[in-house]
């Protein structure tokens, strides 16, 4: 697909990092997959894998972690 951020790039099957904030909690997922732009980088993650992010999420807020890294398992 084309990235509707730069209209330049074509996306392809990758891995990211993403950063997710809630409220005084900080979650870094590694290697989530994603689809990733070859020109600007911007990434767009699918909507079974977003939502498995923010639960995440929501667990380390409910752990009352301040930072929490984790490394992404489909």
Sequence with gaps: M???ICR??????????VTVQRGETTVIL???PADV??????Y???SEVAAQVLERAEA???S???VEI???AA
């Design 44 to 46: 767009y993650l699918s």
């Design 60 to 62: 380390a807020v409910k």
């Design 30 to 32: 590694k290697r989530v």
């Design 8 to 17: 330049n790039g074509r996306t392809h099957k990758g891995h990211v990092t």
């Design 70 to 72: 984790l490394k992404f």
């Design 2 to 4: 084309s990235c509707v």
């Design 37 to 42: 732009c070859d020109n600007c980088g911007e």
């Design 64 to 66: 009352g972690a301040e």
